[in-house]
């Protein structure tokens, strides 16, 4: 249903050099004017290409993102606790099957997308590869990640590509909201117990550096940001928004009463941002290597999910097929109503 308009693609006669540029040029005209780009539009392929590299990565990251918190569901300290986490989890599935949509209108399936990230050859976020260990990671991961993510995501909302763009408004709207509930685990944690402050601050040990690591590699090594922002998909390289997330995070720590656990932390009254200490790189690239602590346990824990689900596929085929043999030929107001009977 989402490709529908992409039929013609690749198949339309080649343009001679000077009309390609011409072509290049009028879209780089549109971008620059902030016009919206949409499915049926023309793109170049390398746009489009980057595009299902970057929706899929965070459709990927999406349903990944699920396990982690999803750990915890059957042991969070109370019914209410539970219920919101239920929600949060439910949520981060949702805004997956977003973006693979919104990914499927460039002419990429989605079953080729879950075999790419089945395979191992799709990228996920580094971040949905450390583990879970107490009831206070999820704090620290609907505070820090989801801070981190919706950092990185508002400008998504202005993305030159429009299904991208209008996806991204409401998973932020979502994303909010479960940054502000981490946040307020973090908040009741710090509050309490010796035990429990204790057990606050060792998640902001171990999940602030791997935090800093989600908004991608330094700027000078970050191969796609130049183009990207060009074509107005990135609006703010990694290093900028890792700064503002440094700039609104730490104050919130402080906050809370916590530590963040970089000697090299402090204030430059000069340009007026928190100044860190730096990024251990070789811990971001061996976990995008597939060596992080639990590369291979995510993996496996979404094939097992792939397979456990292989019947539900199949039942839906099925049905949808024999939807169609009961639907007369003619299109019309008789098919709809045959279509719907037999959906009945
Ligand atoms: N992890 O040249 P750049 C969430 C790769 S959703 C793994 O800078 P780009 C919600 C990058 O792909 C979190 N790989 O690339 C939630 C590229 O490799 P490639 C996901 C990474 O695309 C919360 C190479 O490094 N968010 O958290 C990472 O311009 C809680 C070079 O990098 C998104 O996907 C990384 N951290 O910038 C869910 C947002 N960083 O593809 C559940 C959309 C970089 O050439 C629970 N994506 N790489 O093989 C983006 O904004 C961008 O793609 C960046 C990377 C900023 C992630």
């Not at 763009?165 to 994303?175: F, Y």
């Not at 710090?190 to 606050?200: P, V, Y």
Request: proline fraction near 5%.
């Amino acid at each position: 249903m989402y490709t529908q308009g992409l039929d013609t693609h690749g198949k339309e006669p080649l343009p001679t050099a000077a009309e390609g540029e011409a072509r290049a040029a009028r879209f780089q005209g549109r971008i620059d004017a902030e016009e919206k780009i949409e499915p049926k539009d023309w793109m170049p392929e390398a746009y489009r290409q980057t595009l299902i590299r970057q929706i899929s990565q965070h459709a990927h990251s999406e349903i990944v993102g699920m396990l982690p918190e999803g750990n915890w569901i059957t042991r969070a300290p109370t019914l209410k606790r539970k219920a919101v986490l239920i929600a949060k989890v439910q949520d981060e599935g949702g805004h997956g099957m977003y973006l693979y949509s919104a990914a499927e209108t460039l002419g990429i399936p989605r079953a080729q997308m879950l075999v790419q990230l089945l395979s191992g050859a799709a990228k996920y976020s580094s971040i949905f590869n450390y583990p879970t260990l107490t009831w206070a990671d999820i704090g620290a991961i609907g505070w820090l990640v989801d801070g981190a993510a919706i950092m990185n995501q508002i400008p998504l909302c202005r993305c030159s590509y429009g299904p991208y763009a209008r996806a991204m408004v409401r998973i932020c709207k979502e994303e909010s909201f479960h940054q502000r509930q981490g946040f307020e685990i973090m908040l009741t944690l710090s509050q309490g117990s010796h035990a429990q402050r204790a057990m606050a601050q060792d998640a902001l040990n171990r999940w602030w550096w791997p935090s800093l690591m989600m908004f991608g590699p330094s700027d000078a090594d970050s191969m796609h940001t130049g183009q990207s922002m060009r074509w107005k998909i990135k609006r703010f390289s990694n290093d900028e928004l890792r700064q503002r997330f440094i700039d609104v995070t730490v104050p919130q720590a402080h906050f809370l009463g916590l530590t963040i656990p970089d000697d090299e932390l402090h204030w430059d009254e000069a340009t007026q941002h928190y100044r860190a200490g730096p990024i251990d790189w070789s811990e971001f690239y061996a976990v995008l290597k597939g060596n992080g602590p639990c590369n291979r346990e995510r993996l496996e824990a979404r094939r097992r999910a792939h397979e456990a689900g292989r019947w539900v596929r199949e039942a839906a085929a099925a049905h949808a097929q024999r939807s169609q043999r009961a639907a007369p030929p003619v299109a019309g107001v008789a098919g709809v109503a045959g279509a719907a009977g037999a959906a009945a």
